[in-house]
C-alpha cells in the first residue's frame, strides 16, 4: 500500500513538472508568435510607378481605418495557417545566402530587375483599406459585416465558421464559404428579407431598407513559392495579396531565376503567367492576379541572357524571349542609347562551341537582329578627341583654337572668323600641316600678302588641317642687356613676366656673379634705353656705387662680313664713363645708349667699407663688442682698448675663433668627395659629416707673447667675426683615448707625461704610444717625438691640457704583436743559453 502510494506521489509530480515545462514552452511560443506577428497588406500597381523594390528592412503592417458601425478589417489567422513571421525568417534568411558569395552578389547587381527585390526604401505590402473586391472567395476565417439601414436598423459581425456558415439570429445558418463576395450578399439579403420587408419591394411600395456587406476580418492564406528563388518555402499571407506580395516575401527570382515566365498554378491548372518586365518597362503588371489558399508560384530558369555594357543608358544584365530583337532590347529594357554612343557599329562577343567570336553588327540590322545566349553587346563611345569637320589655327591671331570648315572652308574666311591677325602677325609666311590620304603629313607655305593682293590664290582647307600663324617677336632672337656690380637687385620678378607685359622691372634669374660679390640682373633690351635707365630698373645703386667708373662690354659684331681675312683676335669693345649719381635727367646724365647683349658693370668704391666687429669673451676687463677702426689692427691693440686682462686671466689658454666661407662650389666638391668615401668605405658604419659653406675654427694663439711683443708675428691681424676667448687658469689635466680609465686629474707642475697615464690606468693594450699627443688650453697641438728612432720624448704638460692616446692600427697592431713574440723568443732562448752555460761550468 505504502509503496503504490509512493509510485502515486512520484507520477503526479512527474505529470506536474511535465505539464509546467509545457505551459512554459507554450507561453514562450505565443511572445514569439506575438511579437513577430504582421500582416501583408493588398499591392497595388498605382504603387509601382517609380520601383526599385527592395526585401531587406521590409516589414508586414496592417494598417487601420475605422468607419461607424464597422470594425477595422484586420486578418484572422486560421488555425491551420503558418505564422506571417515565418515568410519574414524565411525572407532574411534569403538575404544572407544572396550575400554569402561576393562573386555572385556582384553578377546578382547586375541583372536587370534585381533591384525591384533588394531595395530597402520601396516595400510589397497587402493594402487592408481598399474596398471588398467582387470576386473575392469567402473561406473559414474571413469575418462578414452587416449594416442594415432605413426603416430598420441593425448591425451583424459574423465570422465564417470552419463549415463555410455564418449564423444570424432569427434566421440561421447561411452557406457562404467558397462562393464570391457578390454571391453571398445576394444569398444573406435574401434570407434577411423575411425578417426585414423592407428590403424588397412589397406589393407595389418601394424598398425602405438597405442592407450593405462588406469584409471585416479576412483570413490568411498559404501559397507555396518553388523554383529559382532566393527563399523557396511555403508562406503564410492576406487573402488580399496577389502574386507580387507573395513574390517579393521570397527575395524574388535568384541570379539563375526567369523574370519572364513566373507561373500561378491552382488546383493543378495554370491560371497565370507574369513577365516582369512589364512592370519594369511600363509600370503595370498583367497576370499580377490574387492568390487563393494553396495555390503554388513556380519560378523556373531562365532560358537566354545577354548582357549589353558601355554608352546605354542602364547597362545590365537582360534576360530575353527567342521574339525580341537588339533594336527592343536596347531601347525599351535599356532605355535607348545615351548621347555618347557610337550607333554605327556595335561589338558582340559571342560563344562558339569552343571559345568565342566577335561580330561587327550595322545600326540598321538591329530590328533584324535577335541576340542568343551568352552575347555581350558593347555600345562604345564617339571619338571625342576627333571632330569630322574642324581644322586648327593657332599662333599670333585674336582667337586662335578649333574652326569648323563647313563655315570657313578658305584661310581667308578662317582669320576673318578669328578676328585677324595679331599685331605681331608675320604674314609672309603661313604654316598649313595636312594629313595626306596615306596618312602621312605634309607641310604647306603660303604667303598671305599674295593672297590678299591676288598674285596666289586662297588656300581651300582641308579636315584636321593645322594652321599656324608665326609672330615676328617669336622669329626674332631675345634681346637682353645684363647688368652687375652695386646695384640694388630684387629678386623676386621673373623676366618672362616682364617681357609678356612689356615691364621694365625685372630679373631673369638674380644670383652672384663670378666673384661672389654682386647680383646679376637680365633684362629685355629697349630701343634709346642708356645706362641710367637700366640702372633704374635694377633697383637703383648702392651706397658703395662708384658711379665715376661705369664699364660696358660690347658684343662684336661682324654682320655682312663673311671674308675670313677679316677675323681678328678683338672679341669684345669696352666702354669707361661715369654716370650722374642721382639718376636725374640732367646736362651731366651720360648719352651712352646701350645695344643688345651689353654688359654693364657698376664697380664698388675702393674707399668705401662696411663696419667691421670683434668679440672679447672671458677674463678680460671690459668683455663684449669691439667695432675694429683699421684693416691692420692687432689683437693687442684691441685688448688694451678692452681694459687689459682681469686677475684671473690664463693667457696662455686664449683661443682665436675664426669663421672661414668657402664657395659654393667647394662645398659641392666637398661633398661629391665625402659621399664617394662613403660609398666606397668597407666598414660597418661611417659618420660623413655635412660639408657647409660657413664653419669655425679654433686658431691656437700666443697672447703672451702678443702682448709682450706688439706687432710681433704672434700679434696676429684681427679679421670681422673673429672671437678672442680668455679662459680662467685651469687646474685639470685630462686623459682620453687608449688608456685604461680616461678620466681628468689634478695638474701639478713640472710632473711628466707618463705620470699623468699613470693616473689614467696606463696603456691599453691597442696604445699607439708614439703617436700621442697634447690639445694645449689654446687649442694648439704639441705631438710626441722619437729620439735617435728609439726612444719617445713626450710633450710638456700644461694647466688645461688634454692628452690623447690614438690607437694602433691594423698594421702596427700586427707589428706590435709580432715584435713581442720576437722579444719574448729572444728572452726565451737567452734564459736557455744562460742555463746551459751554468752547467757546464758546475761541471
Not at 354 to 378: E, Q, R, V
Not at 692 to 700: A, D, F, Q, R, V
Request: contains cysteine; charged residues 25%.
Amino acid at each position: 500500500m505504502q509503496a503504490n502510494d509512493c509510485s502515486n506521489k512520484v507520477s503526479t509530480r512527474l505529470i506536474s513538472s511535465l505539464s509546467s515545462k509545457f505551459i512554459f514552452s507554450a507561453l514562450f511560443l505565443c511572445l514569439t508568435f506575438l511579437s513577430n506577428y504582421g500582416n501583408a497588406q493588398n499591392f497595388t500597381l498605382g504603387d509601382l510607378q517609380n520601383l526599385a523594390l527592395p526585401m531587406q528592412g521590409s516589414k508586414i503592417s496592417t494598417s487601420t481605418t475605422k468607419s461607424p458601425n464597422v470594425d477595422p478589417r484586420k486578418v484572422n489567422d486560421a488555425t491551420s495557417a503558418k505564422s506571417i513571421s515565418d515568410s519574414l525568417k524565411t525572407k532574411a534568411a534569403g538575404n544572407t545566402v544572396s550575400t554569402a558569395d561576393s562573386e555572385s552578389a556582384a553578377f546578382r547587381k547586375k541583372i536587370f530587375g534585381i533591384n525591384m527585390f533588394n531595395n530597402p526604401n520601396i516595400t510589397f505590402e497587402s493594402s487592408l483599406n481598399i474596398p471588398t473586391p467582387k470576386n473575392y472567395i469567402l473561406g473559414a476565417g474571413d469575418e462578414l459585416v452587416i449594416d442594415i439601414n432605413g426603416y430598420s436598423e441593425e448591425h451583424y459581425t459574423l465570422p465564417i465558421t470552419p463549415e463555410g456558415y455564418v449564423k444570424i439570429a432569427k434566421i440561421g445558418n447561411v452557406f457562404v464559404s467558397g462562393i464570391s463576395i457578390e454571391e453571398a450578399k445576394k444569398r444573406i439579403i435574401d434570407r434577411l428579407s423575411k425578417i426585414y420587408v423592407g428590403l424588397k419591394p412589397y406589393g407595389g411600395a418601394p424598398a425602405n431598407t438597405t442592407a450593405t456587406i462588406s469584409l471585416g476580418s479576412i483570413k490568411t492564406i498559404r501559397v507555396s513559392i518553388l523554383g529559382d528563388v532566393v527563399a523557396p518555402g511555403t508562406y503564410s499571407i492576406s487573402s488580399l495579396s496577389r502574386v507580387m506580395n507573395a513574390l517579393y516575401l521570397s527575395g524574388g527570382p535568384s541570379e539563375s531565376g526567369t523574370f519572364r515566365e513566373i507561373r500561378v498554378i491552382r488546383d493543378r491548372k495554370l491560371i497565370a503567367q507574369l513577365d516582369l518586365y512589364d512592370l519594369l518597362t511600363t509600370g503595370n503588371l498583367r497576370q499580377n492576379v490574387g492568390l487563393h489558399d494553396q495555390d503554388i508560384i513556380q519560378v523556373g530558369s531562365y532560358k537566354s541572357r545577354v548582357e549589353i555594357i558601355g554608352e546605354v543608358k542602364k547597362p545590365a544584365v537582360f534576360e530575353t524571349l527567342p521574339n525580341e530583337s537588339l533594336e527592343k532590347i536596347i531601347n525599351e529594357y535599356a532605355n535607348g542609347f545615351t548621347p555618347m554612343a557610337y550607333k554605327s557599329v556595335l561589338k558582340i562577343q559571342r560563344l562558339t562551341e569552343k571559345d568565342s567570336k566577335l561580330i561587327d553588327l550595322s545600326n540598321d540590322l538591329l530590328s533584324s537582329f535577335y541576340p542568343k545566349a551568352g552575347d555581350i553587346i558593347t555600345v562604345e563611345k564617339v571619338l571625342m578627341n576627333r571632330i569630322e569637320n574642324a581644322v586648327t589655327l593657332e599662333g599670333a591671331v585674336f582667337r586662335p583654337g578649333k574652326f569648323s570648315i563647313n563655315d570657313s572652308p578658305t584661310l581667308t574666311k578662317l582669320i576673318k572668323r578669328a578676328d585677324s591677325f595679331r599685331e605681331d602677325a608675320f604674314l609672309g609666311r603661313i604654316s598649313i600641316v595636312r594629313l595626306r590620304d596615306d596618312l602621312t603629313k605634309e607641310n604647306i607655305s603660303v604667303n598671305y600678302n599674295d593672297i590678299l593682293s591676288g598674285k596666289s590664290p586662297d588656300i581651300a582647307l582641308h579636315r584636321e588641317d593645322i594652321v599656324t600663324v608665326y609672330s615676328v617677336v617669336e622669329l626674332m632672337e631675345k634681346y637682353t642687356v645684363r647688368i652687375q656690380g652695386e646695384i640694388n637687385l630684387k629678386d623676386d620678378a621673373p623676366l618672362t613676366s616682364a617681357i609678356e607685359k612689356g615691364s621694365t622691372a625685372v630679373s631673369e634669374t638674380p644670383g652672384e656673379s663670378p666673384n661672389n660679390e654682386s647680383p646679376i640682373g637680365t633684362f629685355p633690351f629697349l630701343h634709346n634705353m642708356t645706362v641710367e635707365d637700366l640702372v633704374e630698373k635694377a633697383g637703383g645703386l648702392k651706397e658703395s656705387a662708384a658711379t665715376g667708373r661705369i664699364e660696358v662690354i660690347r658684343r662684336k659684331k661682324n654682320i655682312g662680313k663673311d671674308d675670313p681675312s677679316q677675323i681678328t683676335s678683338t672679341i669684345g669693345e669696352r666702354f669707361n664713363f661715369a654716370i650722374n649719381n642721382n639718376l636725374a635727367i640732367d646736362p651731366s646724365a651720360s648719352k651712352f645708349i646701350l645695344e643688345p647683349f651689353d654688359e654693364v658693370f657698376v664697380r664698388s668704391s675702393p674707399n668705401y667699407e662696411k663696419q667691421q666687429f670683434i668679440s672679447i669673451e672671458g677674463q678680460i676687463t671690459f668683455p663684449g663688442v669691439y667695432g675694429l677702426e683699421r684693416k691692420n689692427e692687432h689683437i693687442s691693440e684691441v685688448i688694451a682698448r678692452a681694459g687689459g686682462l682681469n686677475a684671473q686671466a690664463y693667457p696662455k689658454g686664449a683661443t682665436l675663433v675664426r669663421k672661414f666661407k668657402i664657395s659654393k662650389q667647394e662645398v659641392d666638391r666637398k661633398s661629391e668627395q665625402m659621399s664617394e668615401l662613403s660609398d666606397n668605405t668597407t666598414e660597418a658604419t661611417v659618420k660623413v659629416k655635412s660639408v657647409k659653406e660657413e664653419t669655425s675654427e679654433s686658431i691656437g694663439i700666443d697672447l703672451v707673447k702678443a702682448l709682450e711683443e706688439p706687432n710681433s708675428s704672434a700679434d696676429m691681424l684681427l679679421q670681422d667675426g673673429d672671437i678672442i676667448k680668455i679662459p680662467k687658469e685651469p687646474q685639470t689635466v685630462r686623459m682620453q683615448g687608449e688608456v685604461l680609465y680616461p678620466t681628468s686629474t689634478r695638474y701639478i707642475e713640472n710632473l711628466p707625461f707618463k705620470h699623468y697615464i699613470s693616473e689614467a690606468g696606463g696603456y691599453t693594450e691597442l696604445s699607439s704610444r708614439k703617436r700621442s699627443y697634447i690639445i694645449y688650453a689654446n687649442g694648439s697641438v704639441d705631438r710626441t717625438r722619437k729620439f735617435l728612432g728609439l726612444i719617445n720624448i713626450y710633450p710638456k704638460v700644461q694647466p688645461g691640457s688634454e692628452i690623447v692616446v690614438p690607437s694602433l692600427n691594423i698594421r702596427q697592431g700586427a707589428s706590435q704583436q709580432a715584435f713581442q713574440m720576437i722579444q719574448t723568443l729572444t728572452m726565451g732562448l737567452t734564459s736557455v743559453a744562460t742555463l746551459f752555460a751554468l752547467i757546464r761550468t758546475f761541471k
